[in-house]
């Protein structure tokens, strides 16, 4: 199992670690700051530094047991016990965490079940199971913006599973359901418009947002009315 450093700081940039398995495109450490992907959240993309190498990190996926697996281009120069200087594409990750914390703003805003979900660097969206008539661009990003210069803190937390068994209704992506079986499930609580459920890598306070766009409103199926986010300051 990895030690997720990601989870205690989301703003860690670089970490030392030391290799514990290296296979063919992929190499696994003790601990590391790279997000692998999951709920709707890329894995992330950086580099590792050894013995004045430096190998690229072209992106990051959970393996079994609680693993996370660097993903590199062929069979990584390093050897079992060596110690790697880990880096993160800072930039990438920080408007993931931009937008991953806009889209629990946006669940927020928006009083419908969430059917799906995903973020990139240049936009995010959630669909949620909601009448078309019942979004309004317009609406929904003054709300948003009126969150972000509330500038509410972010807060980690944890939910023991029988309390989030007995409160279904905070699980509120219906097709991501968090993991059990570990005791407990990581929650994350955004001022006291939001508290759900949540792994990913998240901004400590709303503000740091910036000024969002509702880019577009679509209709993706009966059951998913998508809603796509991009940054106010973006060039288009
Ligand atoms: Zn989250």
């Not at 703003?11 to 709707?40: K, N, W």
């Not at 210069?149 to 980690?156: R, T």
Request: include cysteine.
């Amino acid at each position: 199992m990895t030690i997720a450093l990601f989870h205690d700081d989301a703003y860690a940039r670089e970490c030392d670690a030391m290799v514990v398995r290296v296979e063919p495109g992929q190499v696994v450490l003790d601990r590391s700051i790279f997000y692998p992907t999951g709920g709707g959240q890329p894995g992330d993309t950086g580099s590792l530094v050894a013995g004045g190498r430096e190998i690229r990190v072209v992106g990051t996926v959970k393996g079994e047991g609680g693993e996370v697996i660097h993903q590199v281009e062929g069979l990584a120069p390093l050897a079992v016990g060596q110690a790697v200087s880990a880096t993160i594409d800072w930039s990438r990750r920080h408007r993931l965490m931009r937008f991953h914390t806009a889209l629990h703003l946006l669940c927020a805003v928006v009083d419908a079940p969430v059917t799906g979900g995903r973020m990139a660097e240049d936009k995010a969206h959630l669909d949620f199971d909601i009448d078309m008539s019942l979004l309004d661009a317009g609406v929904i990003e003054a709300r948003l913006n009126a969150l972000v210069e509330a500038d509410l803190p972010v807060e980690a937390g944890a939910i023991r599973d029988e309390e989030l068994d007995a409160n279904p209704g905070l699980v509120k992506t219906m097709s991501v359901q968090p993991p059990r079986g570990q005791g407990s499930v990581r929650t994350i609580r955004v001022g006291d418009v939001d508290y759900q459920p949540c792994g990913g890598t998240h901004l400590k306070r709303t503000g740091e947002i910036g000024r969002l766009r509702v880019a577009r409103i679509r209709s993706e199926g009966r059951r998913n009315k998508r809603v796509t986010l991009i940054f106010a300051d973006d060039p288009v």
